[in-house]
């Protein structure tokens, strides 16, 4: 059976909470939108929406719940600064983005593991050294984001990077956890950072159960790649 599920509930709300501080840092996310948007280019959004995890890469059960485009100026508005973000996107040469949240009313419980929720997003650059420099300033974000501070009021907090080869031209990995005792569960927040050539993608998973949910996440993102791969052709 699956212990400590009250705190994991309070855990996944601190999740939602936090996926729009790295969608802002990564690219993505769709907050206050510019009254001036860039033109979006309308051959782009099929190409986009084929670059996310579909509904059958998920378990059953899981649907969408939200969808959105974002334009440079759409994504910089929720960032810090976001006329310094805007002149990042536009020097990495940042065309359009595309996120997609899933969610489950019954969490998929694999063994001892229970996945609440999916967030997968992409944006395509003007080049592979555009999407390749956006990756690593994402990266650098989730990495000196002070993740106890995000989770507040959640006990024993710990940021690891796994280690992950042959997913993507590039790639990096994050998982927060928020540990109990020796034998219990874990509540965790995978965040994949990837590029595939001129793409960027990111996925974020909320998860609690064993330290087996890696296993989930690899398989989720290795199928969002592939998305990505088949897409850009």
Same mark, same amino acid.
């Given at each position: 059976?699956l212990?400590?599920?009250?705190?994991?509930?309070?855990?996944? %709300?601190?999740?939602?909470?936090s996926?729009?501080?790295?969608?802002?840092?990564?690219?993505?996310?769709?907050?206050?939108p510019?009254? @001036?948007?860039?033109?979006?280019?309308?051959?782009?959004?099929?190409?986009?929406k084929?670059?996310?995890?579909?509904?059958?890469?998920?378990?059953?059960?899981?649907?969408?719940?939200?969808?959105?485009?974002? @334009?440079?100026?759409?994504?910089?508005?929720?960032?810090?600064?976001?006329?310094?973000h %805007?002149?990042?996107?536009?020097? $990495?040469?940042?065309?359009?983005g595309?996120?997609?949240?899933?969610?489950?009313?019954?969490?998929?419980?694999?063994?001892?593991?229970m996945?609440?929720?999916?967030?997968?997003?992409?944006? /395509?650059?003007?080049s592979?050294?555009?999407?390749?420099?956006s990756?690593?300033?994402?990266?650098?974000?989730?990495?000196?984001?002070?993740w106890?501070?995000?989770?507040?009021?959640?006990?024993?907090?710990?940021?690891?990077?796994?280690?992950?080869?042959?997913?993507?031209?590039?790639?990096? $990995?994050?998982? /927060? @956890?928020e540990?109990?005792?020796?034998?219990?569960?874990v509540?965790?927040f995978?965040?994949?950072?990837l590029?595939?050539?001129?793409?960027?993608?990111m %996925?974020?998973?909320?998860?609690?159960? @064993?330290?087996?949910?890696?296993?989930?996440?690899?398989?989720?993102?290795?199928?969002?790649?592939?998305?990505?791969?088949?897409a850009?052709?």
């Amino acid at each position: 059976m699956l212990r400590r599920l009250e705190p994991a509930l309070g855990g996944l %709300l601190l999740l939602v909470a936090s996926l729009s501080l790295v969608a802002a840092a990564c690219g993505g996310g769709e907050e206050t939108p510019s009254p @001036t948007p860039s033109p979006v280019p309308p051959e782009m959004k099929d190409q986009l929406k084929q670059m996310v995890l579909q509904a059958d890469d998920l378990p059953a059960g899981f649907e969408p719940v939200d969808e959105a485009f974002s @334009t440079n100026e759409e994504s910089a508005a929720s960032a810090d600064d976001p006329q310094g973000h %805007l002149a990042d996107l536009e020097r $990495w040469g940042r065309i359009l983005g595309y996120e997609v949240t899933y969610e489950s009313s019954a969490p998929a419980v694999s063994g001892q593991t229970m996945l609440f929720s999916v967030y997968s997003t992409v944006s /395509i650059y003007q080049s592979n050294e555009g999407a390749s420099a956006s990756l690593a300033d994402a990266v650098a974000v989730a990495r000196t984001t002070d993740w106890p501070v995000r989770f507040a009021g959640a006990e024993n907090v710990e940021m690891k990077e796994v280690p992950i080869s042959g997913l993507a031209d590039e790639a990096s $990995w994050l998982r /927060i @956890t928020e540990k109990g005792n020796t034998g219990e569960q874990v509540f965790a927040f995978d965040i994949v950072m990837l590029r595939q050539g001129p793409g960027r993608g990111m %996925l974020q998973v909320g998860s609690f159960g @064993t330290e087996e949910s890696e296993k989930m996440v690899e398989q989720l993102a290795r199928a969002q790649v592939d998305r990505m791969r088949s897409a850009l052709g």
